[in-house]
Structure formats: C-alpha cells, structure tokens
C-alpha cells in the first residue's frame, strides 16, 4: 500500500514539474477572436464581440480547443443548425512546441477539413496567450480573401 502511495506521488511530482515547463499548460478561456485581412482591411469579428471558447493544454501534449461565436441560439431548422456550425469551431489532438509555435496534430474536428497538423503562433504575457495562425484563404468570406486569426486568450487554471 506504502509503495503505491509513493508511486502516486513520484507521478504526481513528474507531473507538476513537466506543468511548470510549459506555460501553455493549463485552461484558458476566450477574451478575443479576430480576423485580419492580409490585403489590409479592417479586421472584422466573425464570431461578435463577446464569442465564448476554452483550450486547454495538458502536460502530457493533449489539446482540446471549443469556440463559438456570440449569441447563439438553439436551432429549430435545417438552415439554422448549418448556421450554428459555421457559428463554432472545435477541435482535439496532440500538440508539440517549437519554439513561440505549437503544432497539433488533430484527430478530431467539427469539420473534416480541419484534421491533419495546424500550427499556431504564440505569446504568453502575465495569463494573456496571444496566438496567431498562418494565413489562408478563407470560405466564410465573399472572394475567399487571405485572411489570418488573432485570438487573445486569459488563463482561467
């Protein structure tokens, strides 16, 4: 009984220590999400002012990341639950760092498309994680504009 008590603790320990090597450990919740146009346009707020989101990194390279956008509403409809999908993003994998750049490996998406690896930028400042994503053209928008994502997160644990 002693020695699987020690275990648990020496696990326990292992853990902690690897938490505190990577400050992306942790939950944050959503403050901002923006999209910038690179041909310099305004940035817009496809998701409205207050979109709601967790991400939360584990110590052993897990992430899982849930946004949706302001003032959702249940659907009632076909056209309205098409709606709500373009309305929310979600999605889980493994990650690893390089650098100020994480790469998940996702392997599971609210869209298909989105599996496979995606990179983000970062940077942490205080419980702020700033984190950036590569540009690309983007459906949701007329002409498909090469736009990029600016989300600010605060760390909530």
Known sequence: MR????LVLAAWGVSTAHA??????GVWKLVSYDLELKD???????????PAG??????KNRVI???EAADRKPATT????AD???????????????GNTWVTTVDVAWSP???????????????????TSPWIKDPRLPNQPETRSILIWQKVE
């Open 113 to 131: 498309s989105q599996r496979g690896e995606q990179r983000r930028d970062y940077e942490i400042d205080g419980d702020l994680l700033s984190v």
């Open 65 to 67: 990341v849930v946004l």
């Open 3 to 6: 020695s699987a008590l020690l």
């Open 84 to 98: 709500l999908l373009q309305s929310m993003a979600a999605y889980a994998g493994t990650y690893r760092l390089e």
């Open 54 to 59: 967790y991400i939360t990194f584990t110590a």
């Open 20 to 25: 505190q090597e990577h400050p992306l450990v």
């Open 78 to 81: 076909v056209e309205q639950r």
């Open 40 to 50: 310099g346009g305004p940035r817009q707020k496809l998701f409205g002012e207050n």
